[in-house]
């Protein structure tokens, strides 16, 4: 039968964990209940080196249900204080993920708490058929790299009912991903959902609805911004690192980019920003029903090198885009899809924050 990992805490209940590899590799419909709280140690030199990038992990998981209303906490602060990215005069090091997922299908996580975690709060990795509802993230808007929940090389993955606010990426989604959907997540502090970075030191990056490699087909709709820096972005010369990046002239290929029902308040003048490779140029970019205002002054499109239509209401106007037969084409064929999409109750198709 191989062995089971069973994780019971009543209310009011503080576990100090000072880490966790677990593999299953049978699971029969086992739960794993969290009421209490679950603490990592505070002191990064106390970590044990073997595994200084993670903290709770589990591996070859089946059937299984993480849920309850209790607390995951990485008490960060001491991580955070020693980051490059907080202090340019400390050395730059990785420093644990609070929970991670792994090589691992039909998994359920119901209405935990993420927060102050090392760095990355919740991945998922290498899984299949994930659904993760009524989770709430968080970490202080000045905490490095705690992106809320991070997915790579992971397909079927659905997030719905979550409140996000981190110091990084609310969502991030990297290498190998396909098929993923969001609905009613709310994000903020945090820098949004992002799709990268991809292609990073000349690899290999992949996502796609259901460096080099590809972003296609992939759809942001029903979404409200409140004063937010970079509302809609598509940046190829993103650079994250302590150090500065070298232009290169492969890029990451980004297409059938959808955009529908986006409004609200842009905090900067480039309310929509179009960033790309003049030698991998970003190609059917769709606008539909754009309205992003600016509460001190006027807001503006920034195209480079990127190919796409908008239809509907746009404001700012992108006619910086440049259009061509088949992103017309691309706008009838989506529409098909929404039609099919409506008709069955299981389908998620949009995206709202």
Not at 119 to 128: C, K, L
């Amino acid at each position: 039968m191989g062995w089971r990992v069973l994780i019971q805490l009543r209310v009011g209940t503080r576990c100090l964990v000072c880490g966790c590899i677990c593999a299953v590799w049978r699971w029969g419909s086992d739960d794993t209940q969290i009421e209490g709280t679950i603490v990592a140690p505070d002191e990064p030199k106390d970590w044990d080196p073997k595994s200084m990038r993670s903290w709770l992990s589990f591996y070859n998981l089946t059937k299984a249900l993480f849920q309850g209303n209790g607390v995951i906490d990485g008490s960060g602060q001491k991580w955070w204080a020693a980051s490059c990215k907080k202090n340019k005069s400390n050395p730059c090091k990785g420093a644990p993920s609070a929970v991670t997922i792994d090589s691992s299908s039909a998994i359920r996580v119901k209405g935990l708490t993420f927060q102050n975690s090392q760095q990355m709060n919740f991945v998922i990795a290498r899984s299949n058929s994930v659904r993760v509802m009524d989770v709430k993230v968080s970490s202080p808007e000045d905490s490095p790299n705690t992106d809320g929940i991070h997915i790579t090389d992971s397909t079927n993955v659905v997030l719905q009912n979550c409140k996000i606010g981190t110091g990084d990426d609310c969502i991030s989604i990297v290498n190998g991903s396909s098929s993923i959907k969001m609905k009613n997540i709310y994000c903020g502090p945090g820098h949004g959902i992002s799709i990268g970075s991809l292609g990073k030191d000349n690899s290999t990056g992949i996502v796609e609805k259901g460096g080099s490699g590809y972003v296609r087909a992939v759809r942001y709709q029903d979404v409200r911004m409140d004063d937010v820096s970079n509302p809609i972005i598509i940046d190829q010369f993103y650079c994250d690192s302590p150090k500065t990046c070298q232009n290169q002239t492969s890029a990451v290929e980004i297409s059938q980019i959808m955009y529908r029902n986006i409004s609200g308040t842009s905090k900067s003048e480039k309310a929509m920003k179009f960033a790309c490779s003049d030698t991998v140029p970003c190609t059917r970019i769709i606008l539909n029903d754009i309205n992003l205002q600016r509460s001190d002054g006027t807001v503006e499109t920034f195209c480079n090198s990127a190919a796409g239509i908008g239809y509907g209401y746009i404001q700012p106007s992108a006619e910086c885009l440049s259009s061509s037969d088949k992103d017309k084409i691309i706008i009838e064929k989506e529409e098909e899809e929404e039609e099919i999409g409506q008709s069955s109750t299981e389908h998620l198709i949009h995206t709202d924050l």
